[in-house]
């Protein structure tokens, strides 16, 4: 490297600068009000005190707001600011030798030494002068006392205080910084990012009487689901659905009269992806829904899913975009064993590629402009990254508020490559994670892992396609036992719905599906019904919303407590207002006991203890004054705990 290229007078290394994905390729991600923690591995040769900051601002703003880093041990450095808006920021990280610190911690040294340090005060003078500016009169006052020989012991007195100290501290001496290469990028989203509770229904299914139910069926839902708590009601594709190979009950290849067939399967003679299945009702009672939802606080979320019916539009207009087999028929989709003779996948390797991407952009557009804000999309991992960046990158700019779900239940590497790629929140390996060490292994890679800047989890227990083994013939305790952990370990969460609610646990023999899986038929469901599982859901959500620590998935301590079946954790709010520890029994027949630890230093507590706790489920009320206390938890009577928790001022 040439020298005119190197600033030599500049010290200090600056490396693995977080929060960085993958080199700044893609912006971190957060949400307004959420705290964006900066570190960085700082050093600098010898033994010079370095000094750093994190800058930061809004991308639109010219001034650069400044944050002093702290030294956390072994050269790694922290320093923290807030998003306050709903904008993109940029952040930087400089670094410096602070030569009026060094100096001072080294006459310190040679004063305590009784070392003669009047040369010391003499370079200490012009450093305060330089640190000064010429601008502030306590430190110049400072520089002319040491140049006074008559007030050396009132000065050594003066440099060995903590004051002085203090006044050091607070006017670093900028000289030869480094900035670290390059800007980095966080996009700070609406809260909606990172905190909701979903409902999943089959519109088809949301009359009575065995009729199939239309958007006006699902209106006159709402208030049930609002009155659970729920802010985000989730329906399968709403669009026409194919009557070629159209599927039967259970997944049969051949359906019968009647059979409604797949919502997955998109199109007919009726029309395509732009188009409302018309036994759900028109285009207009779906915009209907959609404002009644928001009466309630009930955002309506659209399944996204780019496939096509046999006989969908797209398949006769634009032949060019599926794949064409040899005898020259098109390839369904496989995934083997299964195959899906109802659907056609788009061929992105085409080469009308580009007016493939711009009409599917076209659709996405479509439905938001009908009032669609949040999207679940189907299977995004079977189209390429490339595509999606683009699609949600080109919607955003339009509509920056606009939320995408990544339903990918894949390999980790495509799901955080997703994550990336724009989408808002992702499905979870949750479904699957159930011991005591999974869930804290689990929950501890999401929240302190590298995926916490870019992959935002949405917890769900079940889904239409999913009936997980250990829910299948199983009682109404682990439906609550997931519940809890689902809605309190992560901020975003959902159900499919009636199922969960009314604990339906048949499954096709050795598969985790559901038997008479209602993606097939139409399901007939006692919507007055209400039940233990519907009254423990409309506690937790209303603890959910009355509660700000419960609004974050990233606040998370796992606490120490005995029993291997009893999993605790505290969530709470960074001024500590707010707390809340969950006691969860993992074994539905057993009832277990343990002592649970308080971590003091999460806390703030010293040795006198004295805690209030409210179980906002059972509104039993305890005190501790111990750090380590005893629970015991009966799942026949409630298989989990959550307790708010109130300290005494004095204990802060």
């Known amino acids: 490297m040439s020298l005119d290229k190197i600033a030599g007078q500049s010290r200090v290394i600056i490396e693995n600068v977080q929060p960085e994905v993958d080199g700044g390729r893609y912006p971190a991600k957060r949400t307004v009000g959420e705290r964006v923690d900066v570190t960085a591995d700082i050093f600098a040769d010898g ?52 030569h009026l610190e060094t100096w001072h911690d080294g006459i310190k040294k040679k004063a305590s030494a009784m070392l003669d340090v009047k040369l010391e005060l003499q370079e200490g003078a012009l450093l305060l002068e330089q640190a000064a500016d010429g601008k502030e009169k306590e430190l110049l006052g400072l520089a002319k006392a040491f140049r006074d020989e008559k007030k050396y012991h009132e000065n050594i007195v003066a440099i060995q205080s903590p004051d002085f100290g203090d006044l050091v501290h607070q006017h670093p001496l900028r000289q030869y910084v480094t900035r670290y290469a390059q800007e980095l990028h966080i996009r700070v989203e609406t809260k909606r990012a990172l905190f909701s509770a979903w409902y999943e229904l089959f519109p088809r299914s949301a009359a009575q009487g065995g009729r199939h139910g239309t958007f006006q069926d699902v209106i006159k839902l709402l208030p049930r689901i609002a009155s659970m708590g729920f802010d985000v009601l989730y329906l399968p594709p709403i669009h026409p659905i194919g009557k070629i190979n159209r599927k039967g009950k259970n997944n049969n290849v051949r359906s019968v009269a009647g059979e409604p067939g797949s919502p997955w399967a998109i199109g007919s003679d009726e029309g395509g992806h732009k188009s409302v299945h018309n036994e759900l009702g028109s285009l207009d009672d779906y915009k209907k829904l959609i404002a009644e939802a928001r009466k309630s606080g009930i955002d309506i979320a659209l399944d996204l899913a780019f496939q096509c019916a046999p006989d969908h539009p797209y398949v006769r207009q634009h032949p060019e975009w599926f794949k064409q087999r040899p005898d020259g028929s098109i390839q369904y989709a496989e995934n083997p064993p299964k195959k899906y003779q109802d659907i056609y996948p788009f061929n992105f390797e085409t080469t009308a590629w580009r007016e493939l991407w711009e009409e599917l952009k076209s659709v ?76 804290m292994e689990y929950m501890n890679e999401l929240v302190f892992g590298p995926s916490r800047n870019y992959f935002r989890p949405n917890f769900w227990p079940n889904t239409p396609d999913i009936l997980p083994y250990h829910l299948q013939h199983q009682g109404e305790n682990i439906f609550i036992i997931r519940l809890a952990l689902a809605a309190t370990l992560s901020s975003n969460y959902g159900i499919y719905g009636p199922p969960y609610e009314f604990y339906e646990n048949n499954p096709i023999p050795g598969k985790e599906e559901y038997m008479d899986s209602e993606k097939f038929e139409i399901k007939q469901y006692d919507w007055k019904r ?58 539905q027949h057993n009832t277990h006991q343990g002592y649970v630890q308080l971590p003091l230093h999460v806390l703030h507590l010293g040795g006198h203890i004295n805690i209030k706790l409210h179980d906002l489920m059972t509104d039993e009320r305890y005190t501790w004054t111990q750090e380590w206390n005893y629970v015991e938890l009966n799942p026949h009577k409630l298989p989990f705990h959550l307790f708010k928790l109130e300290i005494h001022e004095s204990q802060m």
């Open 364 to 439: 996405i557009l479509f439905w938001v402009e009908q009032g669609v804000t949040i999207f679940r999309v189907d299977n995004p991992h079977t189209k390429p990254m490339p595509f999606w960046e683009w699609a949600i990158g080109e919607v955003h700019k339009q509509y920056p508020d606009v939320i995408f779900l990544s339903e990918a239940f894949t390999r980790p590497k495509i799901m955080a490559s997703l994550a990336k790629s724009g989408f808002t929140q992702s499905y979870t390996y949750f479904t699957w994670r159930v011991s005591k060490q999974e869930l």
């Open 530 to 587: 209400v039940n233990r599982m519907t009254d423990i859901i409309s506690l937790i959500n209303k603890a959910r919303k009355q509660h700000p620590a419960l609004q974050s998935t990233w606040n998370i301590h796992f606490c120490s407590i005995e029993d291997s079946s009893l999993l605790a954790y505290l969530k709470y709010t960074d001024d500590l207002k707010d707390l809340i520890l969950v006691i969860v029994n993992l074994d």
């Open 47 to 98: 033994h010079d005190h370095v000094r750093a900051d994190v800058l930061y601002k809004k991308a639109s703003d010219k001034n650069w707001n400044r944050v002093a880093m702290s030294h956390q041990g072994n050269d790694s450095w922290k320093a923290s600011f807030y998003t306050t808006e709903k904008t993109n920021y940029v952040f930087n990280v400089e670094a410096w030798i602070d």
